[in-house]
């Protein structure tokens, strides 16, 4: 168990071009800290710099009060979980988790314990005498997870272990993965590219993009409350809808205004959007926060409008519902209580409190 500090870590492989960029981070012993964000944002290199995989051009990663920018890798007390499990093909369940604490010379006693604590823990120490081609995929991630855990090291990184997984199986093994952390309770740092695993796996989340740490939070707080306008769009889904307009002062009333389409903005937001008056600004909306009429959550005599449905995505028990005014695209999601048709017309009303601003320019939210 141990705290990791990031302190203005950067790698670059080019110079003057930045993988990472002076980015600093504090995972609190025992947290489970999920590093998320498109292909090419910095995660996995600054995921293989704190396990000495990849050399730092500039900065200091601390583990448990050490600075350890020059030590082994073997000498970190890290574990790490790779995407494609690097199992040995040759060698059965029992021997893969117990190889590690082979090379370390420990006594055959206390390897056999803590593979069947280990295997017990995971439920596959029926599988021990099996090689890794007679295990399924899901079993293979365990076994994987299992070769991390008999280790006991102070921190787990986990490299987008489910990538290779099918929908159902990444789905039982990120709860699996999470009663782990609850039952071992070591520090756990895990990247994925999946913001559906980064809300529902971790204590906090840094969504990472271009090299950069765009926002540090909980799953919650960085959901409703987002930095920018990349954090907005890339957590949720479907992804938050964004238009373009300006706010505009009628009578001592701020609206926001893109086209024919005007929205009267609540008391408290204004308080906040008083400086942007006559400006652009980018307005950004949830999918569940705009409502059919019909079915509305909100007060319908304020802020609804017409708009022509583009496209119907059925989902069960709810519809995606591509909608258009004038230029402008968006997506509401509503539940599944009538028969909705393509090119006809739908009342919508749209939740302004929920409603995000940002800067048209700096792309920073306006209202945190």
């Known amino acids: 168990m141990a705290k990791v500090i990031l302190k203005q870590i950067s790698k670059s492989y080019i110079k003057g071009e930045y993988a990472v960029k002076e980015s600093s981070l504090e995972i609190h012993d025992q947290e489970f800290l999920v590093l998320v964000g498109p292909s090419g944002c910095g995660k996995s290199s600054t995921l293989r710099m704190i396990a000495g995989l990849e050399s730092i051009t500039s900065g200091d990663i601390i583990i448990e009060d050490r600075i350890v920018n020059d030590i082994h890798p073997k000498d970190r007390d890290i574990a790490m979980v790779f995407q494609n499990y690097a199992l040995y093909p040759h060698m059965s369940v029992y021997d893969n988790m117990s190889f590690g604490l082979k090379l370390r010379n420990y006594p055959k006693t206390e390897i056999k314990s803590r593979v069947q604590n280990a295997a017990t823990i995971l439920g596959i120490d029926h599988l021990l005498n099996r090689k890794p081609k007679e295990l399924s995929g899901g079993e293979r991630q365990r076994v994987a997870v299992g070769r991390a855990i008999v280790r006991k090291p102070k921190v787990f990184l986990f490299d987008e272990p489910l990538s290779n997984l099918d929908a159902k199986m990444r789905v039982l093994m990120r709860t699996e993965i999470s009663k782990i952390h609850r039952r071992i309770q070591t520090t756990m740092i895990y990247v994925t590219h999946d913001q559906v695993e980064a809300m529902t796996m971790g204590d906090r989340i840094v969504v990472m993009?271009?090299?950069?740490?765009?926002?540090?939070?909980?799953?919650?707080?960085?959901?409703?409350?987002?930095?920018?306008?990349?954090?907005?769009?890339?957590?949720?889904?479907?992804?938050?809808?964004?238009?373009?307009?300006?706010?505009?002062?009628?009578?001592?009333?701020?609206?926001?205004?893109?086209?024919?389409?005007?929205?009267?903005?609540?008391?408290?937001?204004?308080?906040?959007?008083?400086?942007?008056?006559?400006?652009?600004?980018?307005?950004?909306?949830?999918?569940?926060?705009?409502?059919?009429?019909?079915?509305?959550?909100?007060?319908?005599?304020?802020?609804?409008?017409?708009?022509?449905?583009?496209?119907?995505?059925?989902?069960?028990?709810?519809?995606?519902?591509?909608?258009?005014?004038?230029?402008?695209?968006?997506?509401?999601k509503v539940d599944a209580h009538k028969k909705l048709d393509v090119n006809q017309d739908l009342d919508v009303v749209l939740d302004v409190s929920k409603c995000h601003f940002f800067d048209a320019e700096t792309e920073k939210s306006l209202l945190n």
């Open 209 to 332: 993009n271009q090299g950069v740490i765009q926002q540090v939070d909980t799953p919650l707080a960085i959901y409703e409350k987002p930095a920018n306008k990349f954090v907005a769009e890339f957590i949720g889904s479907p992804p938050m809808n964004f238009i373009v307009g300006k706010i505009v002062n009628l009578n001592d009333i701020l609206f926001f205004e893109s086209g024919n389409l005007k929205l009267s903005l609540t008391l408290e937001i204004s308080k906040k959007m008083q400086s942007m008056t006559d400006k652009q600004v980018i307005l950004g909306i949830r999918a569940e926060d705009i409502y059919d009429k019909l079915y509305s959550k909100v007060a319908t005599d304020i802020n609804s409008f017409l708009a022509l449905i583009e496209v119907v995505e059925q989902m069960g028990s709810e519809m995606y519902i591509h909608l258009r005014i004038e230029h402008n695209t968006f997506v509401a």
